[in-house]
């Protein structure tokens, strides 16, 4: 079964950025949504961003203006840009696949069916 490989978390003090990755050799991710989760200790998974076939873009309440989700369809590679970063970001972060054609891209966890391993940020104050 083909993995998500998601990478470039890390530990950062407030108001830092780090650039999220997600490798999936042999996916196609041009049509598909792809989307950011995070999940902190306690909480439920919730949708960070998600980028649809045509490139338009959603993104949840609390990172609007601070992330943007991206993808590189040549390289089959998803991105997340996370700039003024704060203590609240500090979670998992998982990046995942949709079936199917995305006309138009959705935080809704239910439709995403292949996951990467995560990848921990941790936003000191």
């Known amino acids: 079964q083909v993995q998500l490989v998601s990478s470039g978390g890390g530990s950062v003090q407030a108001g830092g950025s780090l650039r999220l990755s997600c490798a999936a050799p042999?996916?196609?991710?041009?049509?598909?949504?792809m989307g950011w989760f995070r999940q902190a200790p306690g909480k439920e998974r919730e949708g960070v961003a998600a980028i649809g076939s045509g490139g338009s873009t959603s993104y949840g309440d609390s990172v609007k203006g601070r992330f943007t989700i991206s993808k590189d369809n040549a390289k089959n590679t998803l991105y997340l840009q996370m700039n003024s970063l704060k203590p609240e970001d500090t979670a998992m972060y998982y990046c995942?696949?949709?079936?199917?054609?995305?006309?138009?891209?959705?935080?809704?966890?239910?439709?995403?069916?292949?996951w990467g391993q995560g990848t921990q940020v941790t936003v000191s104050s």
């Open positions: 995942a696949r949709a079936g199917g054609y995305c006309y138009t891209p959705t935080l809704y966890r239910g439709i995403y069916n292949r």
């Open positions: 042999g996916y196609t991710y041009s049509s598909a949504c």
